[in-house]
Structure formats: structure tokens, C-alpha cells
């Protein structure tokens, strides 16, 4: 079935780090692909996206490249922020099929 | 523009007691809806989904059922609550082909 694999956590960071989140989906048909965000005590919101290859969704500084190649869609950050930290989740979604998320990555930044 | 409600934001029940939480949506007609949970540290583990009026897929089976009595009306259910029902559930919209879902705000449940 299709499935989003996702990093899993916790990741801990210093401020300014480099921050790499993976993320690889089945490659079954053609799905548009999501990263969000879930900050404590809220529901999700949306991060970024791509909808086919090789576009790249960016938002506050994250970026994510829809690889086809590869399958995959990992969320980068250059320069982590004490506010940045949350739940990151990566999403397909795609035709009939069901909407399916990963398990979810928390990342924490330290000052 | 599509919206999403969800209530109520949080909710204290004893175990033995019944649940219904609703979700209803503005803004769009025939939408895919979801109930997700998210236990505490956890990820979102997907409850039921429905594409339609009286349609209602199952993921894990559990204490809990959902309902889908209008097009943009879905509620999860429960007769008697358990204490592991506890968590953070959350309805959710799924967009268009190439557009995000939208997720309500969340309800957290405690079962003492």
C-alpha cells in the first residue's frame, strides 16, 4: 500500500544548526507531496509542499525537492530557530488514494 | 475558502462514559474527512476516514466509531471510553489534487 516513511526523532539541534529531516513515499501513481508543522497543543499546519518532480516547496527557510528518482522529499532548514521547534510530519496525497502521513519527527532547538 | 471545526478543545470524561466529537467543514462539498489520533509523543495514528455520506472506512479496529450523517458533518463516537483512549484527535479535510488539508484545532481527550 502507499506508505510515507519519515525520519523519526527526536532530533535535538543547537541554534543556527543545519537541520536535514528525511522522508521517502512509495512511489505508487503520482502524489502530491506535503510537509507540516504541529506546534505544542495545536493541530497541523501546512509547511510546504511540491505537487510533481523536481519542484521544490519552500516556506521560512525550509525547502523540500520532489525527488522522483530517489522517492523522496526530505525537509532542510540552513539555520534552525529556537522556534522552529515542533512536530514535522511529511504527507502524500494523491488521486483516490488516502491521504497518509508519517510517523512525525520532533525537533528541538536549544538557545 | 475551506474551513474546518472541530470541538469541543478539550474534554475530561470518566471511564465508562460516552464520547461524541464533532467535526464540520465550510467551504466545499463531498470532501474526504479524517479522524486521526495522537497519543502523547506519538505520531498521528489514522482512526476512519469517509468519503461520503454514510461512508466509513475502519483503520485499526477499537473502542471508538465514527459517523457521517451530513456531507460536511463527521463525528467519532465512543459508548464507553477507555483509559487508553486518551490522546489529541484531530478531524481533517483533505484538500483538492495539488492543495494541502486542513486540519481542525484538536480536541484533547483525558479519561480519568
Known amino acids: 500500500g502507499n506508505s510515507v516513511t519519515q525520519m523519526e526523532g527526536p532530533v535535538t539541534l543547537s541554534e543556527e544548526a543545519f537541520l536535514t529531516i528525511n522522508c521517502t513515499y512509495t512511489?505508487?501513481?503520482?502524489?502530491?507531496l506535503f510537509w507540516y508543522v504541529q506546534y505544542p497543543g495545536e493541530g497541523l499546519q501546512l509547511l510546504l509542499k511540491?505537487?510533481?518532480?523536481?519542484d521544490k516547496g519552500s516556506n521560512k527557510g525550509f525547502e523540500a525537492t520532489y525527488r522522483k528518482e530517489t522517492t523522496s522529499f526530505h525537509l532542510e532548514k540552513g539555520s534552525v530557530q529556537v522556534s522552529d521547534s515542533a512536530v514535522y510530519f511529511c504527507?502524500?496525497?494523491?488521486?483516490?488514494?488516502?491521504?497518509?502521513f508519517g510517523k512525525g519527527t520532533k525537533l528541538t532547538v536549544n538557545p | 475558502s475551506q474551513t474546518i471545526h472541530q470541538w469541543p478543545a478539550t474534554l475530561v470524561q470518566p471511564v465508562g462514559s460516552p464520547l461524541s466529537l464533532e467535526c464540520t467543514v465550510e467551504?466545499?462539498?463531498?470532501?474526504?474527512l479524517y479522524w486521526y489520533r495522537q497519543a502523547a509523543g506519538r505520531g498521528l495514528q489514522l482512526l476512519f476516514y469517509?468519503?461520503?455520506?454514510?461512508?466509513i472506512s475502519s483503520e485499526v479496529p477499537q473502542n471508538l466509531s465514527a459517523s457521517r450523517p451530513q456531507d460536511r458533518q463527521f463525528i467519532l463516537s465512543s459508548k464507553k471510553l477507555l483509559l487508553s483512549d486518551s490522546g489529541f484527535y484531530l478531524c481533517?479535510?483533505?484538500?483538492?489534487?495539488?492543495?494541502?488539508?486542513?486540519f481542525g484545532q484538536g480536541t484533547r481527550l483525558t479519561v480519568v
Open positions: 504527507a502524500r496525497q494523491g488521486g483516490s488514494e488516502k491521504l497518509v
Open positions: 512511489a505508487t501513481g503520482y502524489p502530491s
Open positions: 511540491a505537487t510533481k518532480a523536481d
Open positions: 467551504g466545499t462539498s463531498n470532501p474526504n
Open positions: 469517509s468519503v461520503g455520506i454514510g461512508q
Open positions: 481533517a479535510l483533505e484538500g483538492a489534487r495539488d492543495t494541502e488539508a486542513f
